[in-house]
């Protein structure tokens, strides 16, 4: 059995790829958020600087594409939750700009369910990967900001990411609507205790 390393050359080329694949899936999110999942292939592959060919290599179906991008995404949001209550100024702080950062998430999704038309467990199992990594990561951060004191509303890291889902899923093209400030005053709720509904 040969154990030897790769050579310079092969690790090379493996760093080229990699490079490129990440170049891609952060094109293609550019491309989904703003021309949405049926965007043209080639303006992914101009997008990210790369010929057609190489994107096909990387994934050979428009589906192969958008499942990547979807989880690349989802890994990034999960990534950032633990870094942002490191680094930002308070429990409170990093949960804004979390959900910021998933509002921006969410934009890169629209038109994904006619990709996978015909395929509804396809479907199925990108939302249990979008529920079973970022719940655990909002509930870490709702409960460091309640220890803080910010936040005293009793809702839920499920309940929380589906009020914001729901509000971006139904946002018109309007520029007197702005989704950003309704879901920071959304979130900005949590400081508040819940008033009783009559």
Known sequence: MDTSEPRPATRRRRT???RNEGALLDAAASVFATSGVDAPV????AAAGVGVATLYRHFPTRSDLVVAVYRHQVDACAEAGPALLESAGSPFAA??????????FLGTKHGLARVWEGDPDGFTGLHVLFVERLVPV???MLEAARASGEVVAPITAYQLIRAVGDLVAFTPVDPDYDVRKIVTLLVSG??????EHR
């Open 16 to 18: 080229d790829a990699k």
């Open 42 to 45: 080639r303006e992914v592959a």
């Open 95 to 104: 949960i804004l700009s979390w959900i910021h950062l998933f509002v921006d």
């Open 138 to 140: 909002l509930t870490d």
């Open 190 to 195: 949590l400081r508040q205790p819940q008033l």
